[in-house]
């Protein structure tokens, strides 16, 4: 059956680093395409981050553009999210998600989700 496990999420001052990772089973990450998403409580899910290996597309929410970037390795079968110039308003729990065969930033278009990790930006 198809399992997410994100991991790497951590507490960090403004302006630093993070990779987050997200390890795919049951399934082929080329086959599908997966998003990046993050919630606070009180507030709904938003997506980060969206790519669909097959067509090599991908989307960015407008508030990490130029700071957050995506890539993977197949042999590993997993995903990663690099987050640069980190800012308190990222502070949040991180969530991998797959299942859509097209380009998607909203979380209803996802079957399968990860149980997410916490990044702390202070």
């Known amino acids: 059956h198809v399992q997410l496990v994100e991991s790497g999420g951590d507490s960090v001052q403004a302006g630093g680093s993070l990779r987050l990772s997200c390890i795919a089973s049951g399934y082929n990450i080329r086959r599908t395409c997966m998003g990046w998403f993050r919630q606070v409580p009180g507030k709904e899910r938003e997506g980060v981050a969206s790519i669909c290996l097959g067509t090599g597309s991908t989307d960015y929410a407008d508030s990490v553009k130029g700071r957050f970037t995506m890539s993977q390795d197949y042999a590993k079968n997993t995903h990663y999210l690099d987050m640069n110039n980190l800012k308190p308003e990222d502070t949040s729990m991180y969530y991998c998600?797959?299942?859509?065969?097209?380009?998607?930033?909203?979380?209803?278009?996802?079957?399968?989700w990860g149980q997410g990790t916490q990044v702390t930006v202070s």
């Open positions: 998600a797959a299942g859509p065969t097209f380009l998607s930033m909203r979380p209803s278009h996802y079957n399968y």
